[in-house]
């Protein structure tokens, strides 16, 4: 018989892991992002014709990616003001994504959030209506107001389909993307007229965030001071702000009634109803709490830009952060990090593309190359090979 | 018994584990030709595990499995086919559109299968030579769970296997249909096949087996004769120590009506029928049994009284004990209070009927805050179209333990404190969460009900069966309810869990509360309840005395049918 023969050979099937030490998980997960940047190495040393596979050249190709986000004072401002809005975007789709509301949407209301602010500053800063022109910090605050507004607008509606008629939320969100995107290419050409031919409009210069930081120890020259400009003082209060978001997102899952509402929605919305807890209201009141965060980042982007154009106000992020909210399991805490990590690599590839002259889609697939080990890694944080050897093992236990 | 020359499927030295559970521990153990084995365990020993091994659906971390004498690798049920094992599961895996002959080759890969009429010709003949009673042309969503079992067995019997394992095959049968089952098997023993039937339940392996493999916590304990061996003998070697069979079933002290259900109907969102015309009174300090098949409607009763469900029609009226007890602004506003003085429904400790006439409201409020005011009888409350909270704010202590545990009246990934804060998280303060409270509730119900559990936040999901339903009913008594509803609560439990829970209903019928029982098991309905009533597809066909009834008069009240009236 051939059976006999085949159990000698070992036999490879998976288990499930009990529960990893955090520790063991944590060191899976920079192992695996190790692996993906040496990956990442390789495939460069492979296809780019400046790039070869030996110490000096790789050194320099890696040093090329941190060079991207940490060199100057500059470029460490942006990459915090970059980690903030990424960051705040997870943070809105948290709570929705706990309560297994897959929300999409975050790209079109974040946008709405934008365009909500920009017209505002349009008309009430002085740009569009010479006769009303606002203080900055009133005018900010409209805008807030106004961004956080249209943000839940944008959510409200796929909820309360969801809610009275329990159709698709992904889709739904997922179609208001396009709905929002139109909407402002709309609102360029029909009230944003200082738009210029190329279909995005020149920035608008009222409305500023007043100065709180004017200088900070400077990273490029150590033991002298960096004199902030007014411009990077904005993106200091964009990260100053997330964080009290942050920690606001935090309390509000792990230590509030509604958090507590929204876990038990997403475990299994017939405990819910066992204990009296209202579905439909616990969606609609979890997605105005999304729909106002995303609003809040969309001000945030339109504080630093003070501009809006057709596409590439929220470069995709409404996207990307739905990755960095599965990455960090929902986690505000953990959310930091790997928004941290995206946005690091998004800046080193940018930096990789221009230093080494090649197309800027190359990038995007070490991106892609280092994102996918580090998904990928979950598997082994869950599951563990094991092998078997049936026919030997008898002999052991005997 | 190795050198036995009629084995036919042998298990050596067997071990398997998930993580960190050890499923099987070097479990030896054989199936001989021509026998009905019973594998009888408690839930968790690890019977159904050692058997998926040989279906293949696991694969062994050690030992082999030998088939008539020659080791084997089964590595997925084709496997296990070709070597003319099958295995029938606890859930059936039939597609519904299909008919029984169409289910019975799908999947198979032989020279005309397609050829329907020769197909329906073979399962004919299968049928008839064991004596099942089936319809190969029939259409499986027309057919009842014990045909569709029936289909599954064929299925089995077609592929040719001479081995046969059963996982828990009586568990969504009726008294009736367990018998002709029983007697199938028996024909198939007798015709040289082997029969493995997986179970939990004593009796049924003294009526059908001819040997009987003990299994506990992942080991086998002993394969004896049934014939040489008693219920009590099993049990033992089942639980390892000596055990009292006996319910404890205290006599009802002064019961009074606390829940009265009357003609109650309720359809489910396809517009089905599910309860019809369902009237019933539960007392207090006394436990009410629900008999019936799997399905009939007890659960969705229990929804329904609870407030999940939405009723068609009918009433749920609640006896609130208030006695001669004080009336409070808890549960009560000022213009309700004065409304019910109207209705002459208060009297003063020393018996004069309170009317509230020529007072303001402050005195009022003095008098009901000093407790004074004291209810005349029990107060009537009417729960039907209340939802849970509203129940709840109503002041009405109803607890409810529902069938699903992990899916209904816990949250799996949540630990055992975040689980008490589920009926208890909206009092305190505002917008936050009280922690303490639930952690000590928590605490208190591990220590006193002895669950075993790594910690307080480990999630639920990994206690098992018995260890989860102590949280739940420990939660549910925790708030002292005037009524308590149980539906199945020792469904998958270890005896002494399932003991334990029993004990803890008769409790809190001592206590004065009113205890609704929905049991599967009839002679644990009749050593516990005080009274039983029995339903069929959504109707009550019989109330009986818990203490007289016998075991086939509630055989009979199960499977009869009550008239359609259309009301």
């Known amino acids: 018989m051939d059976a006999s023969k085949r159990s000698f050979l070992p036999i490879p099937h998976l288990a499930k892991r009990e529960k990893m030490n955090i520790f063991a998980a944590m060191g899976i997960r920079v192992l695996a992002f190790v692996l993906g940047m040496l990956v990442c190495g390789i495939v460069a040393s492979l296809l780019v014709k400046d790039i070869s596979f030996n110490w000096k050249s790789m050194k320099s190709f890696y040093y090329c990616f941190y060079e991207g986000s940490f060199t100057t004072n500059r470029k460490l401002l942006a990459y915090i003001k970059d980690l903030a809005v990424l960051l705040c975007i997870g943070l809105a789709l948290a709570p929705a994504f706990k309560m297994r509301f897959w929300n999409t949407g975050a790209e079109g209301q974040t946008l709405v959030g934008v365009l909500a602010a920009i017209l505002v500053n349009f008309y009430l800063g002085g740009s569009g209506n010479p006769d009303i022109a606002l203080g900055d910090l009133p005018l900010s605050l409209i805008m807030l107001v106004a961004a956080v507004l249209a943000g839940c607008i944008w959510a409200a509606l796929p909820a309360l389909f969801k809610a009275r008629f329990n159709t698709n939320e992904t889709l739904f969100t997922l179609m208001m993307n396009y709905v929002a995107k139109y909407l402002v290419s709309f609102s360029i050409v029909r009230f944003l007229t200082n738009a210029n031919s190329s279909g995005s409009m020149k920035s608008l210069s009222s409305g500023r965030l007043p100065v709180l930081f004017t200088q900070m120890p400077s990273i490029d020259k150590p033991g002298t001071t960096f004199k902030i400009p007014q411009s990077l003082n904005d993106y200091l209060i964009v990260g100053c702000i997330v964080l009290i978001v942050t920690v606001f997102m935090f309390v509000y899952l792990k230590y509030t009634k509604h958090g507590y509402e929204i876990s038990v929605v997403g475990e299994s919305t017939r405990t819910a109803k066992y204990v009296g807890i209202s579905v439909k209201k616990v969606i609609i009141r979890t997605m105005l709490v999304s729909g106002a965060l995303c609003g809040l980042a969309g001000w945030l982007i339109a504080q630093v830009d003070k501009s809006v154009s057709t596409e590439s106000s929220v470069h995709g992020q409404g996207f990307t952060a739905i990755l960095v909210a599965w990455l960090a399991r929902f986690n505000p805490i953990f959310m930091v990090a790997t928004a941290g990590i995206v946005v690091f690599l998004n800046k080193g590839a940018s930096r990789i593309a221009t230093d080494y002259s090649i197309s800027p889609s190359l990038p995007d697939v070490f991106i892609g190359i280092v994102l996918f080990f580090i998904i990928g890694s979950e598997f082994f944080v869950n599951y563990k090979l094991k092998f078997s050897f049936a026919g030997k093992a008898e002999e052991v236990s005997k | ?567």
Do not use: W
């Open chain 2, 1 to 567: 018994m190795a050198d036995n020359p009629a084995v036919a499927l042998e298990f050596k030295n067997i071990t398997k584990t998930f993580g960190h559970v050890v499923a099987n521990n070097n479990v030896t153990l054989d199936v001989r030709k021509g026998e009905v084995l019973s594998i009888l365990g408690e839930n968790g020993c690890g019977k159904t595990t050692l058997m998926n091994m040989a279906a293949g659906i696991y694969f062994p971390d050690h030992g082999s499995i030998l088939i008539d004498g020659h080791p084997v690798t089964i590595r997925s049920p084709k496997d296990a086919y070709e070597h003319k094992i099958g295995m029938i599961h606890q859930h059936f895996k039939l597609v519904d559109i299909f008919t029984a002959a169409e289910n019975i080759v799908l999947g198979l890969n032989e020279e005309g299968k397609y050829n329907i009429a020769n197909v329906n010709a073979r399962v004919s003949e299968i049928a008839s030579r064991y004596g099942f009673n089936i319809d190969p042309k029939a259409k499986i969503y027309d057919m009842s769970v014990s045909e569709k079992q029936t289909v599954e067995i064929i299925k089995v019997l077609y592929r040719g296997a001479d081995i046969l394992i059963l996982d828990e095959p009586t568990a969504v049968l009726t008294l009736q249909e367990i018998k002709r089952l029983f007697e199938v098997l028996r024909h198939m023993a007798a015709d040289g096949k082997s029969v493995v039937i997986i179970t939990h339940k004593l009796n049924e392996v003294m009526e059908v087996s001819d040997r009987v493999a003990v299994m506990r916590k992942g080991e086998h304990i002993a394969t004896v004769d049934t014939d040489k061996t008693t219920i009590q003998q099993l049990t033992d070697m089942m639980v390892g120590y000596k055990t009292d069979l006996n319910i404890h079933r205290s006599e009802p002290v002064s019961p009074r009506p606390r829940i009265e259900v009357k003609h109650l109907s309720l359809r489910d969102k396809e517009g089905n029928q599910v309860l019809s015309n369902v009237s019933f009174k539960a007392n207090g300090g006394e436990i009410l049994g629900i008999a019936g098949i799997a399905g009939s409607g007890q659960r969705e009763l229990l929804e329904t009284i609870a407030g999940i469900l939405r009723p068609e029609k009918g009433e749920i009226i609640f006896h609130n004990p208030k006695k001669d007890r004080p009336v409070t602004f808890y549960h009560k506003t000022l213009r309700q209070i004065k409304k019910l003085a109207r209705e002459r429904c208060f009297h003063y400790p020393d018996g004069s009927t309170v009317t509230f006439a020529g007072k303001s409201n402050r005195q009022i409020r003095d008098e009901v805050r000093r407790e004074q005011v004291l209810f005349n009888g029990d107060e009537i409350m009417d729960l039907r179209y209340k939802t849970p909270l509203e129940i709840r704010n109503l002041g009405v202590k109803l607890s409810f333990v529902p069938e699903d545990r992990l899916g209904m009246g816990l949250v799996g990934n949540m630990g055992i404190s975040d689980n008490m804060m589920l009926r208890s998280y909206r009092k305190g303060m505002p917008v936050f969460l009280n922690l303490v409270k639930p952690k000590k509730l928590g605490q208190e119900i591990v220590d006193k009900l002895e669950v075993v559990t790594p910690s307080l936040r480990a999630p639920v999901r990994r206690l098992s069966g018995g260890n989860l339903q102590k949280v739940l009913v420990g939660r549910e008594i925790s708030s002292s309810p005037k009524v308590l509803m149980a539906a199945y609560p020792v469904r998958g439990l270890d005896i002494n869990s399932s003991y334990l829970i029993y004990e803890l209903l008769d409790e809190q019928k001592r206590t004065g509360t009113a205890v609704i029982f929905v049991g599967e098991d009839l002679d644990v309905l009749m050593e516990l309840c005080d009274r039983i009533i029995v339903m069929n597809s959504g109707s009550i066909t019989g109330t009986v005395d818990g203490r007289t009834v016998t075991k086939d008069k509630l055989g009979f009240l199960m499977t009869k049918q009550v008239k359609k009236k259309q009301a």
